[in-house]
């Protein structure tokens, strides 16, 4: 009896021996990245995240998995993609500017109010459009924002002379030898100047695709959403009662931006505590930035809620000279950063040339850091699949970044000919929303192919609108096959 049932243990254990050893093999391995056969599950020791009526499971229905398992290399390229990246503010060398542009993530200015509106109180927004051109032409996106209020410059009228004589009340503000008059917050004219701005600035740049975020800059000073710097002669307790309320100000100045722009994205500017119950309760409609980095650290916290839901934004308080100048060194300017940016997890930080020209390798690898940062690990799929029939693939991705994204982003499965052209495209049921920071994360995902039988490199895209013809987003990682643009070849597969 014993020697029977040994017999059978035997017989069984040769059957999953073949079995396991008729596993297929990529015959391609040597294009790059570690290709293997895969006869277990997966040990990535990351979440799993099977979609639901995808066909996902592990083996595709059998005991043993017999797909082909696949690694991708990681790269230290400089990526550039959609709704992160560093905020550049202009330069006047213009071969500065294109030898810098490959870190930008988007252009970025403030402009004064008074220099969009003639004194018949009629908009002209050919400066904020020249601006932009800037960095269009560079394929890059343009953030902006339009300020009442700036002790910087010394013009008189910031806000512009038209809406400061309708106004019943006014302030004037004198630093040395320069005076600007300053508008009363809460004057009904006043406020309906700046709800018709808001409304005239949505009319021209709502939803267009070159405009990465508006900024509501309307109230305090430089935009920055605090009466600071602001000095009002013989009126010691300006600040204190010229604040306003947080459901004035989200009611004056914060609403007729979000009726203006529906479909665009809307930064506050972080200002001071009193505000922090609207930046919150808007969290998901309107990102916050801070203005004061390295310097100050109140805020942080605000931030970092509001990055549950959209991305937040870094600028220094000052130049990275200025900090030198003051004594600090370049490794405390970092270090500060870094404990800021382990705080609120930037994706917009603002460039700066100087710091650039002292810590090009740092600087560029938080081109990628800051924001989300994919890496396409590996993937396991079937060498082989029937036409119209379902194959289950698994994706192995990671977010090697500070932050989730917050873009649309849909990934595809696609058939790629030799050339790396896109033969076929098929949409998954992977979340990217769901790649946090720090983790490594399996999509067991599911498609049917249509393509013509024959051999095909199955690739992966990431796409932000299904309606775009390539895909919209670059990963950390190698393609395995040359010439496939943003789709990252995985590997050759048969269509029968």
Request: hydrophobic share 35%.
């Amino acid at each position: 009896m014993k020697r029977r049932i040994i017999s059978v243990i035997a017989v069984v254990a040769l059957v999953f021996a073949l079995a396991a050893g008729c596993a297929p093999v990529d015959r391609n391995s040597a294009t790059g990245g570690n290709v293997n056969s895969s006869a277990s599950a997966d040990d990535s020791g990351g979440n799993n995240n099977t979609s639901s009526g995808s066909g996902g499971s592990s083996s595709g229905g059998g005991l043993l998995d017999t797909r082909v398992e696949v690694t991708l290399d990681d790269t230290s390229d400089v990526l550039i993609n959609p709704g992160k990246g560093f905020m550049h503010y202009g330069d006047s060398d213009y071969q500065r500017l294109k030898e810098r542009m490959y870190l930008v993530g988007t252009g970025y200015h403030r402009f004064n109010w008074c220099d969009l509106m003639d004194d018949e109180g009629r908009y002209d927004f050919s400066k904020i459009e020249s601006w932009m051109a800037t960095y269009t032409k560079f394929g890059k996106p343009f953030g902006f924002g339009v300020m009442a209020v700036n002790t910087s410059s010394t013009k008189e009228y910031i806000t512009p002379k038209y809406v400061m004589d309708g106004c019943a009340k006014y302030f004037v503000h004198k630093d040395g030898d320069n005076t600007q008059f300053i508008p009363d917050w809460k004057d009904p004219f006043f406020l309906r100047e700046v709800a018709r701005l808001a409304e005239e600035l949505g009319k021209k740049f709502n939803g267009n695709k070159d405009v990465s975020f508006v900024e509501i800059l309307s109230y305090g000073n430089w935009g920055e959403q605090h009466l600071f710097n602001i000095e009002v002669e013989d009126y010691p307790d300006y600040r204190k009662n010229e604040s306003i309320s947080a459901e004035f100000f989200k009611e004056n100045y914060v609403q007729p931006y979000l009726d203006a722009f529906p479909d665009t994205l809307l930064y506050n500017p972080w200002g001071t505590e009193d505000f922090d119950e609207v930046y919150l309760e808007l969290a998901g409609r309107v990102a916050l930035r801070r203005d004061g980095i390295i310097k100050y650290t109140n805020g942080l916290d605000t931030l970092a809620a509001c990055a549950q839901k959209l991305p937040t934004g870094f600028e220094f308080s000052k130049s990275y000279r200025k900090f030198i100048d003051d004594g600090m060194t370049n490794e405390e300017f970092n270090e500060r950063l870094e404990q800021a940016m382990a705080v609120a997890t930037p994706s917009y930080i603002n460039f700066d040339d100087e710091w650039y020209d002292n810590n090009k390798e740092y600087v560029e690898q938080l081109a990628n850091r800051m924001g989300y940062y994919f890496r396409l690990k590996g993937a396991k799929f079937a060498p082989s699949v029937g036409r119209g029939e379902n194959t289950a693939v698994t994706l192995t991705f990671r977010n090697d970044g500070m932050a989730p994204i917050y873009e649309p982003c849909t990934v595809y499965l696609g058939l790629l000919d030799e050339s790396g052209n896109l033969v076929e495209r098929v949409a998954t049921s992977a979340d990217a929303k769901t790649w946090l920071p720090g983790k490594t994360v399996n999509e067991n995902v599911g498609a049917k192919f249509s393509a013509e039988a024959g051999n095909y490199w199955l690739a992966v895209g990431l796409f932000g609108n299904e309606n775009d013809g390539a895909p919209a987003y670059l990963l950390g990682s190698r393609s395995r096959l040359d010439g496939s643009g943003k789709w990252y070849a995985l590997g050759q597969i048969t269509v029968t």
